[in-house]
């Protein structure tokens, strides 16, 4: 191969690392559309609640558990160490953004946790919001 090789990236502009996009779908070419980072990050958020630590074989620690709540009764207790889990598995498992907030409300249904989480994207800055309803017994 001769003559210069050109590259799209520019150095001197930092790259979110974008993953795999959740639930991959091809289009008709038969191509996956990949996520920008904001998606990637969102996805990976989504992802974190929904999985419970012990679900995945090879990282047991892995996931908030907020789907193992619905039979929790909607205490301020559980409503705290619901916050501290969502904290926790987000610092462990999503280095590409810092969290701002995590709020973990009652939800108009006492039935419902209301789950809120700010954060900023670590690379370039921009914050976004993420938020949640997840289903616990009733209290």
Not at 8 to 21: C, R, S, T
Request: charged share 20%.
């Amino acid at each position: 191969m001769t003559g210069t090789a050109s590259t799209k990236a520019n150095p001197a502009q930092p790259q979110v690392p974008v993953g795999w996009p959740l639930l991959p779908v091809p289009d008709a070419d038969g191509t996956l559309a990949w996520p920008d980072a904001a998606l990637s990050v969102r996805q990976m958020i989504e992802v974190i609640l929904r999985t419970t630590p012990g679900e995945q074989l090879m990282r047991p620690r892995f996931g908030a558990g907020t789907e193992a709540l619905i039979w929790q009764p909607n205490t301020l207790e559980l409503r705290s160490r619901a916050q501290q889990a969502i904290l926790a598995a987000l610092e462990d498992y999503e280095p590409r953004i810092v969290i701002d907030r995590v709020d973990v409300a009652t939800g108009a249904d006492p039935r419902e946790l209301a789950v809120t989480i700010a954060y900023r994207l670590s690379l370039t800055g921009a914050s976004a919001t993420i938020s949640a309803l997840v289903p616990v017994g009733a209290g």
